[in-house]
C-alpha cells in the first residue's frame, strides 16, 4: 500500500463519524425602503408633487413696488361702501398671515393655502402683513409687490387694500373674500324667514 492510499484511508477513518454543516435556507430581508413608512413618505411626496402644481401663482417676475405704495384692488361687482368700510379697518379680521422673514417661494406657498383655507372656512375678511421692504438694501418691498401681483390672480379675492396704521399700515393688506354658495344661501333663508307671498 503506497503512501497516498494509507494517507487517505487514515482521513477517512477520521472523518467518518463528522456530519455535514446543515445550511440554513437565507432569509429574504425586505429592503428598508419598502417599509410602510418609506411607501407613506413616497405617497406624501408624490402627493406634494401635485399640490404644487395647483398652486398657480407665479413667482418668476414682478414689478418691484415703492415701501410707501398703498395697494388697492377691488374687483367688478364689490359695492363701494363695502370697499370704503375694508379700507377704514372696519372689517373683524378673521384671519392674520404674517410672512416676515419669508423667502418668495415660501411666501407664495403661505398666501396661496391661506387664502384657500380662509374660503373652504367661509372667512370674508384677513389681514396679510408682508412688510414694507423699506428696510431692504434696494429699498423695494419684494414681499408686497408679489402679494399686490399674486391676490388677484386668486378667484377668492374679491378686494384688497393697504392696512390702517393700527393694523400695520403700507406694511399690511386687508384682504376681502367672496362669499361661498353656502353663505350665500344662508343669507337668502334668513332673508326669506318670516316672508309670506299674498294669493
Known sequence: MSDDQKDDDLFLQEMGDVKPIKVEKKVSLKRSGDSELAKEARRKAA??????????????????????????FKRPGVQNG??????????????????????????????????KEGAAYDLRSLIIVHGKGSHSKKDEALLKSYVNKWLPDMDEVQAFCS?????????????????????????????????????
Open 163 to 199: 392696512a390702517q396704521p393700527q393694523h400695520g399700515g403700507l406694511g399690511a393688506a386687508y384682504v376681502l373674500l367672496g362669499k361661498s354658495e353656502r353663505k350665500k344661501q344662508e343669507n337668502r333663508d334668513r332673508l326669506s324667514r318670516g316672508r309670506t307671498i299674498a294669493g
Open 47 to 72: 402627493t406634494q408633487e401635485s399640490g404644487k402644481d395647483e398652486n398657480h401663482l407665479a413667482s418668476d417676475f414682478v414689478d418691484l413696488l415703492d415701501p410707501y405704495y398703498p395697494l388697492e
Open 82 to 115: 363695502v370697499f370704503k368700510k375694508l379700507k377704514q379697518g372696519k372689517y373683524p379680521q378673521e384671519g392674520r398671515l404674517d410672512l416676515h422673514r419669508m423667502t418668495v417661494e415660501k411666501a407664495r406657498t403661505e398666501v396661496y393655502n391661506f387664502i
